[in-house]
């Protein structure tokens, strides 16, 4: 479609870069061609205009004059900032606004004194920091070297979690920033919570008409843009629409004896058309346990028969609470509530103190929340307490390329007791036990261009996945088998015992005995008197990790970001200190360094 848009327009090209093109895009799928088309659309508004007197005959001066334009930034973990950011779009380009979209390490920052209408949409990761794609972006804007912004109207959106300490900072960090280098801002900013589209819309409507207000006219004649061919070749299944596809297989691979109930679990794309790639993650939108629903109905003195109203349908106050509400999890403003409802004085002592607060609500689901003191509550004091069901999303456990039109996920059920009862999480235990074989699930691909495979089939890659973080390796290896890859392949996982919990074990002995696998060091924790993890491992190969990393291996960690990531960081900062030669501050240099060159990677949770 792309060069059939082409051939259509006059074209600037010769008859050599046309056929160099043509070959270019020969073997590319609909969706590579669609992101190409919207980054080489990027570029040229990134570039700077042609002087009127040098424009080509017939060309007219205006558009070497171009009026405002809005340029939207979006710094994206999980892809929600991502998907706000492209509604935004969306709806400029439906009004005639001229608009360009970036992600955030796409764009260039000494750009921001050039333009004319910035909007920054943002979400926050771990402890307030910004999300992988816009390090750079906000440490530059922190830095000396940031351009002054007189004169440049922005705004900025973000999307957090409120149960975290450092709610929607880094919206927080950009907008102050902006401001205090001479930016105009003309909506406030919005700190989005988990559930964030209809506040978000809201938002985008009120953006929207400000920078209609001052822009200052649409598109400059003369400019053909080629982003509408990326939108008409994208995938139509997205989070607000998605594909409802077939489960296949919920298979138990931890041992019987394991303290862990782990699913490898296979979905059936159908005639979706979805497609993804290594390092992409998968939506799904799950249903509660009915049974939990009953239980917390019971407990606030309620039939689950009464009435509501969600999203213009009327729905019974059960149904609501299985398929549009969470009511597995609990958060602070929720435990808040409560407390003040059911004048509980545990509860309202734990308000007082934030960090015991934040605590308790992340160990304590909503059922026991509501059971530390008898409450009752009409159907409007129960859905006010609630947030609405979002999806969860899954690292990809499977390359396409092996196998088709399936979709591969490597599941951890959540599961735990409290006295008498089993508390289980809410998509884990759907998948894992609540949606039988060949039952509906609806489906969405999360693109994750932060997580990808190095494009030279020959570059080392050292993979660092414990537990369920091996999820995208196992994507990652059966990726390169299919392109005959002859890079070298290290893994590094680890879990609490061999015997019970070495997930994919037989796969992985495979690709080691066949050599795709070249090497893997594994850290069982409970196999002997002394915990071992992969860090561990880690520093005791550092002598040969820092040998791939100087033949230019690239690093990926999948998992917690609490603990497992922070610590394995520390042993890569050690091995190059050490083995690298380099001073403490030079190996943090470094190891930003291969961050920027997409060389250490990270997807953790």
Known sequence: MLLKELSALASPLNDQQIGQLKQAVSELTPQQLAWISGYFWGLSQNQTAAPAEGLPTGVPAAAAQPAGKLTIIYASQTGNAKGVAEALKSDAEADGVAVSLFAADDYKPKNLGKETHVVVVTSTYGEGEPPENAVDLHEFIRSKKAPKMDGVKFAVIGLGDSSYEFFCQT?????????KLGGERIVDRLDCDVDYDAPAAEWRKAALEKVKETIGGGEPAGVIPLHPVAQSVANSYTKQSPYEAELLVSQKITGRNSTKDVRHVEIDLGESGLSYQPGDALGVWYENDPALADEILAKVGLTGDESIE??????????????????????????????????????????????????????????DVLGEKKVKLDAEQLTGLLRRLTPRLYSIASSQEDVGEEVHLTVGVVEYAVGDNTRRGGASSFLGHGLEEGGKVKVFVEHNNNFKLPADDNTPVIMIGPGTGIAPFRSFIQEREARDAEGKNWLFFGDRTFTEDFLYQVEWQKYLKSGLLTRADVAFSRDQKEKVYVQHRILEQGAEVWKWIAEGAHIYICGDANLMAKDVHGALLAVIEQHGGKSASEASDYLNELRKAKRYQKDVY
């Open 171 to 179: 919206a927080k960090d950009f907008d102050e920033t902006f401001a």
């Open 310 to 367: 969600v999203d213009g349908e009327n729905l019974s106050l059960r149904d609501a609470l299985v398929s549009k509400y969470e009511i597995t999890s609990s958060n602070p403003q929720q435990v808040a509530k409560v407390a003040e409802l059911s004048g509980s004085k545990k509860l309202a002592k734990l308000a007082e103190d934030k960090d015991k607060l934040r605590d308790y609500s992340a160990h304590t689901q909503l059922v």
